[in-house]
C-alpha cells in the first residue's frame, strides 16, 4: 500500500478529501515502474 498526495487531514472516503493533483502524473509513473518491475522479475 502507498498513499501519494494523499496528505489530507481527512480519509480517503471522507467528503472533504482534497487529494494534491499534482502527483498524479508522479503516482503513475511510479506505478508504471512498479509493474515494470514485477514483469520482469517473472
Not at 481527512?10 to 508504471?32: K, M, Q, S, T
Request: proline residues 7%; aromatic residues 12%.
Amino acid at each position: 500500500f502507498v498513499s501519494i498526495g494523499s496528505a489530507s487531514e481527512f480519509g480517503l472516503h471522507h467528503p472533504a478529501f482534497n487529494p494534491d493533483e499534482r502527483l498524479i502524473a508522479p503516482a503513475a509513473h511510479y506505478f508504471a515502474d512498479l509493474a515494470e518491475q514485477a514483469l520482469n522479475a517473472l
